[in-house]
Every structure is written in C-alpha cells, then in structure tokens.
C-alpha cells in the first residue's frame, strides 16, 4: 500500500449515516460546503465537524478559494480500507467453505450409518 491510513480513522468516518452521504455525494464530484450541506437538516458547525472526521480519516480534501470551501473524495483510504476488507472476507470465504465440507463429510458418514 503506497499510502498507510489509519483503518480506525477511515471506518470512524465511515460510521455515521451523514459521513457516507458526503462520500456518495462526491463520488459524482467536488461540490462545495454548501452544496454538500443543503439537504441535510443540520447547522452548518455541525455539519462542518462531519467535514473535519472525513478529512481526518483521509477520505476529504478540501480547498478554499476566497469564502467558497470545496471537498474533494480522495480515494486512498477507501482503497486501504477495501484491501483489509478484501483480505478478511477472503479469510472468512475459506474458512466456511472447509466447514461447509466439514459438514458435508459428516452428513456423508451419517448416510453410511444408516
């Protein structure tokens, strides 16, 4: 990874409802403060403190020209985060696909019991 994210940080980012609408929301590209903020029914101190946990876990940048605050997604900590999930689900795939064949031996040797 050529970029470390603290895994902590990105998945408290991640947490919370509003936080995962801000990512969705610039998946499709950078938009202002405002812009980000308008549909969602909160001051814009707190809606600014969501901003701050996004940038703290790696996932916003943002950039200010004049009055005017623009976030921008900044994909390397979603991708450390997809590496670790990928590796964990690859680990948990394995392992219950040996004990679905576990159990299949066990129900075999039943057959043949009876």
Do not use: Y
């Not at 202002?32 to 909160?42: D, G, W």
């Not at 996004?54 to 994909?75: F, M």
């Amino acid at each position: 990874m050529a970029n470390f994210f603290s895994l902590d940080l990105v998945f408290n980012a991640l947490a919370d409802p509003t936080r995962r609408a801000i990512i969705g929301r610039l998946t499709n590209g950078p938009a202002s403060v405002s812009e980000l903020a308008e549909p969602f029914e909160i001051g814009l101190p707190t809606f600014l403190k969501h901003i701050r946990v996004l940038e703290e876990g790696g996932l916003v940048s943002t950039t200010k020209a004049g009055r005017v605050r623009t976030c921008n997604l900044t994909p390397g900590a979603l991708r450390s985060a997809d590496t670790w999930l990928q590796l964990h689900i690859a680990t948990w795939e394995e392992r219950l696909d040996q004990l679905e064949a576990h159990l299949a031996h066990l129900s075999e040797k039943d057959r043949d019991n009876d």
